[in-house]
């Protein structure tokens, strides 16, 4: 693998230097160097599984969330853990590697240690040595792939579906796939995904007759036991993202139709049966609970870095709950032993995908060098240099998304500014150059354009409630899975546990209370309405505005004032 015994006991003295020890799994036994990426084979089905890489081809930085909020049935269980709490329930040993990959604690120093996550010729040098263990192992793809990078917008995802091809993937379902459109995705599906990777998604059904848009899933024998994978595509996609995009497809949840298609795989012969979904964790949650005859659930779209399944009881059995994170950071390993048309037992492994501890597959890397080739130079222009770690992920903000804010009000002389709560975006560490690509992998989508309204008090209040229902409802069903709107310039307290229309209080602009009936000028990026006024792109603003800055010594963090959140163990203290 990517570690000799030298380079080994040279990360371990850095390590040591810094304070940090490596997980006891990552070590030397005697003067025999272990493999810390050989699992034991286990049982006859092994399914791996990564999700919402967001089109990172190589390796970065990526720092887990202080702020992931649980409430309700979900406080104080996985997902809604982060920092000391996560790694408390996991039993997971501080400053070790694995600390490094599932929280943000000591990130900067653990970073600099450890290294780089992530990258598709690392992660395919790993798919091939489990698979190697494993015959017949399917490699899922839950979807986010296409999108998060200045490459795969330019190539309209060619880049993403090329490397999904060579990484050997055999089953996706989408989500941000559909903002390149319709007949985009048929395009993908038809010529470059035929006969080699199934593309499969239950939930997602024409508007005219609600026909199925894409075959719902697809049985697939391993080791003679048959597989059906079903696919459930993010429900809320024409709501989070512009729904002319795909205006003939209507999407949604769909658990009876989730449970229609589970007994008619059965009907066909499955004797296991898996949803490679994009729900979010929790929906896979009430899913699982409610949905009969599903043996596991490998999920996206939160992001979530879930080191265990959560087992869910339903009426019918148990159900595995799983979620592999995001970027190319994890890849997930599930072996079932499948006896008598059941699952007997299981083992599951999270494997962080450290870059320094896996040699890339030289025909990935062509590739990849290939792919970036054309763009290069833009894509390494030096922008300014920031002091402290530059990061997106959380609940309520993070340092690039306040830079993309402070950007908006400067650029468009605004005193407010709203921002996306995308979780996608990679991390810098303090002193790393901001260069063009990393403002890319922030905010390379189709839709960039940035926006200059007046709007009311009330309405920009309204528009606070409506994202915060969307995260904090206590029904997950209606949870859209992101985080919440990022806000520049704008005063307020949050009380997540509070009714829609009530968790936004003491809104303030200036010193001064916002007034409901007066006007505000606000800036913004990311419309979903298909008639958008013609005007800069948002990576144009951003980048011009740190060509100007050079070097940002502090980011001013603007998060709300929280209310009723002590005790949450989603949030780091």
């Not at 879930?306 to 799983?322: C, D, I």
């Not at 189709?446 to 309405?459: A, Q």
């Given at each position: 693998m990517g570690m000799n015994r030298r380079e080994f006991l040279q990360l371990l003295a850095a390590a040591s230097v810094a304070g940090f020890h490596l997980n006891p799994r990552l070590s030397f036994a005697a003067d025999k160097p272990t493999n810390p990426y050989e699992l034991p084979a286990f049982g006859n089905v092994s399914l791996l599984h990564y999700t919402d890489c967001h089109a990172q081809l190589l390796p970065i930085y990526y720092r887990e969330p202080t702020v992931n909020l649980g409430f309700g049935s979900m406080l104080n269980k996985p997902p809604h853990l982060v920092g000391e709490n996560f790694l408390k329930f996991y039993q997971i040993e501080p400053k070790s590697f694995d600390a490094y990959a599932f929280a943000s604690l000591d990130f900067a120093e653990a970073a600099k240690q450890y290294?780089?996550?992530?990258?598709?010729?690392?992660?395919?040098?790993?798919?091939?040595?489990?698979?190697?263990?494993?015959?017949?192992?399917?490699?899922?793809?839950?979807?986010?792939?296409?999108?998060?990078?200045?490459?795969?917008?330019?190539?309209?995802?060619?880049?993403?579906?090329?490397?999904?091809?060579?990484?050997?993937?055999?089953?996706?379902?989408?989500?941000?796939?559909?903002t390149y459109g319709a007949e985009r995705v048929k395009q993908i599906i038809e010529k470059d995904f035929a006969g080699k990777i199934d593309f499969v998604a239950q939930n997602v059904m024409s508007t005219d007759f609600e026909?199925?848009?894409?075959?719902?899933?697809?049985?697939?024998?391993?080791?003679?036991?048959?597989?059906?994978?079903?696919?459930?595509?993010?429900?809320?996609?024409?709501?989070?993202?512009?729904?002319?995009?795909?205006?003939?497809?209507?999407?949604?949840?769909?658990?009876?139709?989730?449970?229609?298609?589970?007994?008619?795989?059965?009907?066909?012969?499955?004797?296991?049966v898996v949803v490679l979904s994009h729900n979010g964790m929790d929906v896979d949650l009430k899913?699982?609970?409610?949905?009969?005859?599903?043996?596991?659930?490998?999920?996206?779209?939160?992001?979530?870095?879930?080191?265990?399944?959560?087992?869910?009881?339903?009426?019918?059995?148990?159900?595995?709950?799983?979620?592999?994170?995001?970027?190319?950071?994890?890849?997930?390993?599930?072996?079932?032993?499948?006896?008598?048309?059941?699952?007997?037992?299981?083992?599951?492994?999270?494997?962080?995908?450290?870059?320094?501890?896996?040699?890339?597959?030289?025909?990935?890397?062509?590739?990849?060098?290939?792919?970036?080739?054309?763009?290069?130079?833009?894509l390494a222009e030096e922008l300014a240099v920031c002091d402290e770690v530059l990061y997106r992920r959380g609940n309520f903000n993070g340092t690039f998304d306040q830079l993309i804010c402070n950007a908006l009000m400067e650029r468009l002389d605004a005193p407010i500014a709203l921002s996306p709560g995308f979780r996608w975006g990679t991390s810098l560490l303090p002193g790393q150059p901001i260069t063009f690509e990393h403002?890319?992998?922030?905010?390379?989508?189709?839709?960039?354009?940035?926006?200059?309204?007046?709007?009311?008090?009330?309405?920009?209040?309204?528009?606070?409630?409506?994202?915060?229902?969307?995260?904090?409802?206590?029904?997950?069903?209606?949870?859209?899975g992101g985080d919440m709107v990022r806000v520049g310039g704008l005063k307020f307290s949050f009380d997540p546990t509070a009714k829609m229309g009530e968790r936004v209080s003491d809104l303030e602009l200036a010193g001064t209370a916002l007034d409901m009936t007066k006007k505000y000028p606000v800036a913004g990026w990311a419309s979903v309405q298909e008639s958008v006024p013609e005007n800069k792109q948002i990576w144009e603003v951003v980048a011009d505005y740190l060509r100007d800055k050079k070097t940002i010594s502090k980011v001013e963090l603007n998060t709300p004032k929280l209310k009723n959140v002590e005790g949450n163990q989603g949030l780091a203290v």
């Open positions: 290294g780089k996550v992530g990258g598709f010729a690392h992660l395919k040098t790993l798919v091939e040595q489990i698979r190697a263990q494993r015959k017949g192992a399917l490699l899922l793809d839950g979807g986010d792939t296409w999108q998060g990078s200045w490459t795969s917008l330019k190539t309209k995802a060619q880049d993403m579906v090329d490397a999904q091809l060579a990484l050997g993937v055999n089953v996706m379902t989408p989500h941000w796939e559909m026909e199925p848009v894409f075959a719902p899933y697809v049985i697939k024998e391993v080791n003679g036991v048959p597989v059906a994978i079903i696919g459930q595509a993010f429900p809320y996609t024409p709501v989070a993202n512009p729904k002319h995009f795909i205006p003939e497809w209507s999407f949604g949840i769909r658990d009876d139709r989730m449970q229609e298609m589970v007994n008619e795989a059965r009907g066909k012969g499955a004797k296991l899913m699982a609970s409610k949905v009969t005859g599903i043996d596991a659930i490998m999920g996206g779209h939160t992001h979530d870095g879930v080191f265990q399944p959560v087992v869910v009881e339903n009426a019918g059995g148990k159900t595995l709950v799983t979620n592999a994170g995001s970027n190319g950071k994890f890849l997930g390993v599930l072996d079932l032993e499948v006896k008598d048309g059941k699952v007997a037992d299981y083992r599951y492994k999270l494997l962080p995908v450290f870059s320094n501890l896996l040699t890339p597959d030289p025909e990935m890397l062509k590739l990849i060098d290939k792919v970036r080739e054309p763009f290069k130079k833009e403002v890319a992998d922030q905010t390379a989508i189709t839709y960039g354009t940035v926006t200059r309204n007046e709007l009311t008090g009330e309405t920009i209040k309204s528009i606070l409630e409506d994202v915060a229902d969307n995260l904090f409802n206590p029904d997950p069903y209606y949870q859209q």
